[in-house]
């Protein structure tokens, strides 16, 4: 079943430790997305990439990192975590010739 | 000035009425626009695309665009209690990305 998946959901860690929240989809997908969410409020874009080797920031200055070696996966890496970035981190995907995107179930991040 | 324009809310419709959520963009360059309902902790679900002017509509659900006006609506008709939850409006823009509104909260009461 073509999908996308996010692990791990729930994550609590204290500060200074290095994190990679996991992002794969089985949708066939070129263009992947790394969104951050607090609760109730609007979505932010932190990362794209419209295919392998590419990567973008997006509009929301993060001291995350992302890389994408493989079509189906893109991960993303906090160096060093801090009570900041607490938050939700929603992974995204959409097909090459449309715009709608898809979402994964999100990582809730929780930074002591 | 935002690019995507929601009121926050929350909006409270009587179980059974019609709720309608409204979204403005400010892109005249904007061709796609589409709507998704996210349950609180939940991830953004994808309900409607809608491409061309006039009413777009699937089950209990209505699109409007008016790009005339620049504006986007969604009908849900018969409003269940299932159906609260924020509702996102987001435009394919001229710069190639969606462009997120904030979300209005719908609150169906029973």
């Known amino acids: 079943e073509a999908d996308i998946y996010q692990t791990p959901r729930y994550l609590v860690i204290g500060t200074g430790k290095k994190i990679t929240l996991e992002c794969s989809q089985t949708m066939g997908h070129d263009k992947m997305y790394w969104y951050q969410q607090d609760p109730g409020m609007e979505l932010h874009l932190i990362h794209y990439s419209y295919g392998v080797n590419s990567t973008e920031k997006g509009d929301l200055s993060s001291e995350s990192t992302v890389s994408r070696i493989r079509t189906e996966h893109f991960p993303l890496t906090l160096e060093s975590a801090r009570p900041s970035h607490t938050s939700q981190y929603l992974c995204?995907?959409?097909?090459?010739?449309?715009?709608?995107?898809?979402f994964g179930p999100g990582t809730r991040l929780t930074v002591t | 000035q935002k690019e995507v324009e929601q009121n926050s809310g929350p909006l409270s419709v009587p179980e059974g009425a019609i709720a309608s959520l409204n979204c403005t963009y400010s892109d005249r360059g904007s061709q796609s626009f589409f709507w998704y309902r996210q349950y609180s902790g939940k991830s953004p679900e994808l309900i409607m695309f809608?491409?061309s002017n006039g009413d777009k509509e699937d089950g209990r659900f209505t699109a409007q665009l008016n790009k005339a006006s620049q504006y986007v609506s969604l009908l849900i008709r018969d409003s269940q209690p299932s159906d609260s939850a924020t509702y996102l409006c987001?435009?394919?823009?001229?710069?190639?990305?969606?462009?997120w509104g904030a979300g209005t909260k719908l609150i169906i009461k029973p």
């Open positions: 809608i491409y």
């Open positions: 987001a435009a394919f823009g001229s710069n190639y990305q969606l462009i």
């Open positions: 995204a995907s959409s097909g090459d010739s449309t715009y709608e995107q898809y």
